[in-house]
């Protein structure tokens, strides 16, 4: 892989610290509730004559103690499986009304999804440490992983961006890597998909937006930047319609970070949801036997989330590719691919069967 | 009727509407590639990706719903 390691390291340093800064401060404004939860016990007793017994039940384990129901930062929250620094918050007296967790216990429970995705980057940092602390010429196991995983991302952005989209595979792999390592953590016991909040989301989301304005400024020049916000006006007509056009595609510049947020954030919460409430249910169907295990109802839901984790990663890469490739000069991009496509049909030789790969499908319509 | 009552009938309601539109249109689109792809395997891979974006901001549809149903929901 001809990269040059710097340049990597600094892109996908700067992609990984954007994402880990941003949580927290945006999402705690957001949600009132919490600060009220932590903010002291005079306030915690006050709300709880406010709360009506049995009302929102966090999981089906809190069911027999109603007088717990406390939780009004929590009553927001949907059900979710309990991870590792909830449960530690928990078992130290974090939810009770009188008794006053430590103070680091409280800050990692704040910022548990910036914990977690530390976390992951820790954890493949380590991997692909391993696999390239001695590069061998027949690799070695782990080696072979991470060669495969990054010769096939390699192809695939190529196949899309087209030939001099070789710059833009470190962030757009290491994006899928990060994205979907933390999909998946969230169905490793005692942890949590940071993903499955707004804030990681969001920065993620933030970071592409800010790169993808960066690269239209980089590749086009500030004045052909804001021609092609314009719409490109050609002829009288075009630049009639500047005035409209140019709201209309800042605004739908702004929208794109919004929606890969939103979307990330919506599918993983859901499938974290389902499992949670899942669960749950599996535990309530054998509590009237007091069974110290429950039945594992939501097992086919952790099947599709495994899968679910990969297509929504693999979207938001593929889409942060499509805006990356919508700011690259049109004509270039296109005379390139279309080039690579002629000679890709040159190269089939099909005699007799018309392979169009050069883009006219239309051909096949009147079959 | 109060205003949590109604938020109560309106979210599984009109979460429900929004998958039902995403269902129809999922179903379009993926039958279209499939239709696509079994006429012309030799471009499986491109059709597979366009199929796959255009599913992800049909679904966004639903999720925006979906998001929306989890902040109200904080209200009944």
New interface residues.
């Given amino acids: 892989m001809g990269m040059r390691p710097g340049k990597d390291v600094r892109v996908t340093l700067l992609a990984i610290l954007i994402a880990v800064c941003s949580p927290g401060g945006l999402a705690h404004a957001a949600t009132p ?1 919490e600060h009220a939860g932590h903010a002291g016990q005079a306030q915690r007793a006050d709300q709880l004559e406010h709360v009506e017994p049995g009302g929102h039940v966090d999981q089906a384990g809190h069911a027999d103690q109603p007088e717990h129901v406390d939780q009004t930062g929590h ?2 929250h ?1 059900p979710e499986l309990p991870n590792l620094i909830h449960l530690l918050y928990k078992a130290l007296g974090g939810e009770a009304a009188d008794t006053a967790p430590p103070a680091w216990i409280v800050l990692c429970y704040r910022f548990q999804d910036v914990f977690y995705a530390l976390l992951v980057a820790l954890i493949i940092i380590v991997i692909v440490r391993w696999g390239t602390r001695r590069m061998e010429q027949i690799p070695g196991p782990v080696q072979n992983v991470v060669e495969f995983f990054i010769e096939g991302f390699h192809s695939f952005i190529l ?2 961006l087209g030939p001099g989209g070789e710059r833009y595979v470190p962030f757009l792999g290491t994006l899928f890597l990060y994205i979907w390592f933390m999909n998946l953590f969230g169905l490793v016991p005692l942890m949590k998909s940071p993903t499955a909040g707004l804030n990681t989301t969001a920065a993620l989301a933030i970071s592409v937006f800010l790169y993808v304005q960066w690269t239209g400024m980089r590749h086009l020049g500030p004045i052909r930047y804001v021609k092609h916000l314009a719409g490109d006006p050609q002829d009288v007509v075009g630049w009639c319609m500047v005035p409209l056009m140019l709201p209309l595609h800042v605004i739908s510049e702004l929208a794109k970070p919004v ?1 890969l947020a ?2 990330l ?3 993983i ?2 499938e974290d949801v389902l499992i949670g409430v899942f669960a749950g249910l599996g535990i309530a169907v054998l509590a009237f036997v007091h069974s110290p295990v429950g039945v594992p109802l939501h097992l086919p839901f952790i099947l599709l989330a495994l899968l679910m984790s990969t ?1 929504q990663a ?2 938001f890469t ?2 942060s590719a ?1 805006y990356i490739m919508q700011m690259l000069p049109h004509d270039e991009v296109g005379r390139e691919t279309d080039a690579v496509a002629a000679a890709a049909v040159d190269g ?1 030789r ?1 005699a007799g069967t018309d ?3 050069s883009g006219s ?1 239309t051909s ?1 319509g009147g ?1 | 009727m109060e205003a949590a009552t109604a938020l109560g009938f309106a979210l599984p309601i009109g979460l429900g509407l929004a998958a039902l539109g995403s269902g129809l249109g999922l179903g379009r689109a993926i039958s279209a590639a499939m239709e696509a792809m079994g006429r012309q395997p030799e471009a499986a891979d491109k059709i597979q990706v366009a199929m796959i974006i255009g599913a992800a901001f049909i679904e966004a549809l639903t999720i925006y719903a979906f998001v929306s149903v989890f902040v109200l929901s904080a209200k009944i």
Wanted: proline share 4%.
């Fill in positions: 509730g009553a927001e949907p196949g899309i929606s939103l979307r954030f919506g599918n919460l859901g297509v693999l979207v593929l889409l499509i089939a099909t392979l169009t790969l499908h096949l079959r």
